[in-house]
T-cell receptor, first 112, second 116 residues
Framework: DQQVKQNSPSLSVQEGRISILNCDYTNSMFDYFLWYKKYPAEGPTFLISISSIKDKNEDGRFTVFLNKSAKHLSLHIVPSQPGDSAVYFCAASGGGSEKLVFGKGTKLTVNP | DAGVIQSPRHEVTEMGQEVTLRCKPISGHDYLFWYRQTMMRGLELLIYFNNNVPIDDSGMPEDRFSAKMPNASFSTLKIQPSEPRDSAVYFC??????????????FGPGTRLTVL
């Protein structure tokens, strides 16, 4: 039973265009959501987060949108750069649990 | 700070052997997490500690897996006996506080385990 789902295993975009990575969750108790980025042979690194009291959080080229009614969040990268090529993990926590529940990840490739 | 340190980075062993993975968290972090990454299941939490005490080990797959944290600067994940299906990348992470706050988890580089 996957509580956090990233239905697209991979995504390919052109440099300079927008990258949109999607994530769905099933547990309505989740109240904090995060995106992690992972390069090959490295551990995941924190990218951006959003609390359930917000519907948008922006940090430079990265914006996360949260739609609580749809239990859906997305990560927008504008403009995309080749260095953004990595695996992106969506994660969630909440309901009094300290645990992060991760999705399976989406591999983003940004082509020059 | 050197970040979370894991050793070894790669481990190749034969089925039935004991495997010990090691982790040194970031100094001052009260929480330590062990994760496993596989193609099939993605990144899954195995166990986590708070102030060296195991809090939730519900993700540990079976009794062959055990984890300890004898002090604030060291933790081990042991698999005995190992099986080919244990082949995965194992990550250790640490954080100051709750995941739901501003305390993010910092991951180590991982240990790639191959069980033949």
């Amino acid at each position: 039973d996957q509580q956090v789902k990233q239905n697209s295993p991979s995504l390919s975009v052109q440099e300079g265009r927008i990258s949109i990575l999607n994530c769905d969750y099933t547990n309505s108790m989740f109240d904090y959501f995060l995106w992690y980025k992972k390069y090959p042979a490295e551990g995941p690194t924190f990218l951006i987060s959003i609390s359930s009291i917000k519907d948008k959080n922006e940090d430079g080229r990265f914006t996360v949108f949260l739609n609580k009614s749809a239990k859906h969040l997305s990560l927008h990268i504008v403009p995309s750069q080749p260095g953004d090529s990595a695996v992106y993990f969506c994660a969630a926590s909440g309901g009094g649990s300290e645990k992060l529940v991760f999705g399976k990840g989406t591999k983003l490739t940004v082509n020059p | 700070d050197a970040g979370v340190i894991q050793s070894p980075r790669h481990e190749v062993t034969e089925m039935g052997q004991e495997v010990t993975l090691r982790c040194k968290p970031i100094s001052g972090h009260d929480y330590l997490f062990w994760y496993r990454q596989t193609m099939m299941r993605g990144l899954e939490l195995l166990i986590y500690f708070n102030n060296n005490v195991p809090i939730d080990d519900s993700g540990m797959p079976e009794d062959r897996f055990s984890a300890k944290m004898p002090n604030a600067s060291f933790s081990t994940l042991k698999i005995q006996p190992s099986e080919p299906r244990d082949s995965a990348v194992y990550f250790c992470a640490s954080s100051r506080g709750l995941a739901g706050g501003t305390d993010t988890q910092y991951f180590g580089p991982g240990t790639r385990l191959t069980v033949l």
